[in-house]
């Protein structure tokens, strides 16, 4: 069913090597993006629940505007759009950026600032989560504002919501595919070439998918594997025995309005 | 001789003074116009009914709460509202509180460690040096690279009265320390505050372990709605309390 990939294109390549090479430029702008959405995520969740004014509003605004704007539009502001409202200097600096550069970099930057939104979220999620006697006891020990977030709140918030980052990993993976309308020849816009010259498109569509798939996995794996490693000892995550599980429950029909149903 | 003992504190020059201090919530009243006075090396202990403002009130002297009316002057530093006033007397000022609130992230030496090296810029050496002394102190010292939920309640409550002390404070405030404990992990936490009182520190404490008043304080301060209503040394206090509402709290909490 694959067999069309290992076929040589136009280019003396095969085309199971366009994928490839898409698969880098996706994995390049998840990963650098990812890193860029954590730390503007981190600063600007802070920003949301600090007492000055001034940040929370600031930092309100920049949740709103940039989780609220579709990623699409978000890609073609950058792209389209920001090289004609900067100054006409650096406008023409941007358009002399050479091809795939040229749209990497609008691309990197859309992605990390719209994850960036939806990570401050969840950060400012996890820092309310945790007890208020946290930060009294920070403040009783004279610890000041700063060492109280960096020691801490921070800490403890970003392993709160380590499962919940899993999500995010896997939503700025997915969204890299958005590039392609910017011309990033990403994983899904090779496959769309794969398919043009070949007209196989169930082979060159379904190998992405298999591959995002893959990704995917991996991803879950690791994101378990952080939350496993960095869970704070004699904590444990909430479990139900096996008498509390609600499969068992359902199979012995002892779940409340079980009997009536099968009745 | 405890009479003296009594005096001599009433004598020494005070290291909180808590003036006219006026607290609201809301519409709620939690302080009215409340009066203290704490002598260098005092131990005072606070009781009253639930919601009488005894907690709102040590929480005011190292400003966890911000105190709406009235002057409090902690080692000769007023409480303004000002972040330099409050952290200078939140380092000389140690706080225990119900619930332990150690740090469940860091280990026991590191709950320690954390405000002498940040705050006092101490070196990391230092550091483990002075939490090892003081969780020894407080028997603890072979958990030191444990977690928090590692260990029982007692042991955790002891851990945050060493952490408090690794600041080196003037004064420790407890409050309510014994109350989320189980029962026979009370003795373990009550010595080490017996402890700590025979050394000479000052200290405001609020519980309701009258054996531990008994035992320690100088002063019972006797709270309710919000007012100080009787204060005595614990003897004439739990002998002949003046007021009916001290009356009737002693008699709800003396089986």
């Not at chain 2, 945050?160 to 189980?182: N, V, W, Y």
């Not at chain 2, 009550?190 to 050394?199: C, G």
Request: charged fraction near 20%; glycine fraction near 8%; charge should be neutral.
């Amino acid at each position: 069913m694959f067999g069309v990939l290992f076929e040589q294109t136009a280019d003396g390549q095969r085309y199971i090597d366009w994928l490839l090479s898409g698969l880098g430029w996706t994995l390049a702008l998840a990963f650098f993006g990812w890193w860029i959405a954590f730390g503007i995520g981190v600063i600007v969740g802070v920003g949301r629940t600090v007492q000055n004014r001034f940040f929370s509003v600031l930092a309100r605004l920049y949740v709103e505007i940039f989780r609220n704007i579709p990623v699409l539009v978000q890609m073609f502001l950058w792209y389209f759009v920001l090289p004609e409202v900067v100054p006409s200097a650096l406008g023409d600096a941007i358009k002399q950026i050479p091809p795939p550069w040229a749209s990497f970099f609008p691309a990197l930057l859309c992605l990390g600032l719209y994850t960036a939104a939806r990570i401050a979220e969840q950060v400012r999620a996890g820092i309310e989560a945790l007890p208020r006697g946290q930060i009294e006891a920070a403040s009783a020990l004279g610890l000041g504002g700063y060492l109280t977030y960096r020691y801490v709140i921070v800490p403890q918030a970003l392993r709160l919501i380590v499962p919940s980052l899993t999500s995010e990993v896997m939503g700025i993976y997915k969204n890299t595919s958005v590039a392609l309308t910017i011309g990033l020849m990403e994983l899904t816009a090779q496959a769309r070439q794969i398919s043009e010259a070949t007209f196989q498109t169930f082979s060159a569509f379904g190998a992405a998918t298999i591959i995002y798939l893959c990704l995917a996995l991996i991803a879950y794996q690791a994101m378990t594997f952080i939350d496993k490693a960095v869970r704070i000892p004699g904590s444990s995550p909430v479990k139900l025995t096996p008498d509390q599980d609600l499969a068992a429950d359902m199979q012995q029909g002892t779940l409340p309005g079980a009997m009536e149903a099968v009745k | 001789m405890p009479q003296e003992t009594v005096s001599d504190a009433a004598a020494a020059p005070s290291i909180v003074i808590v003036e006219n201090v006026m607290k609201r919530f809301g519409a709620f009243t939690a302080l009215n116009d409340v009066n203290l006075a704490v002598g260098k090396g005092e131990k005072i202990v606070v009781c009253g009914p639930s919601g009488s403002g005894k907690s709102t009130l040590i929480r005011c002297i190292n400003h966890i709460e911000k105190h709406d009316g009235g002057r409090i002057i902690v080692d000769g530093v007023e409480l303004s509202h000002r972040l330099a006033d409050i952290n200078s007397v939140r380092c000389e000022v140690g706080m225990v509180f119900q619930s332990f609130n150690l740090f469940p992230h860091l280990t026991v030496a590191e709950n320690c460690m954390l405000a002498p090296m940040k705050v006092r810029g101490i070196s990391q050496v230092e550091a483990r040096d002075r939490a090892l002394g003081l969780l020894r102190k407080v028997r603890i010292h072979d958990q030191a690279d444990k977690y928090p939920a590692q260990l029982s309640g007692g042991q955790q409550q002891r851990v945050a009265i060493a952490r408090a002390l690794c600041m080196q404070p003037k004064i420790m405030l407890f409050d309510e320390p014994t109350s989320a404990l189980d029962p026979e992990m009370v003795k373990e936490v009550l010595d080490t505050m017996v402890e700590l009182a025979r050394e000479g520190m000052t200290m405001v404490c609020v519980t309701h372990e009258m054996g531990f008043a008994r035992e320690v304080a100088d002063r019972v301060v006797f709270m309710d709605r919000g007012c100080i209503i009787e204060q005595a040394d614990p003897e004439t206090f739990f002998r002949a309390p003046r007021t009916e509402r001290a009356k009737g709290f002693l008699s709800q909490i003396i089986h």
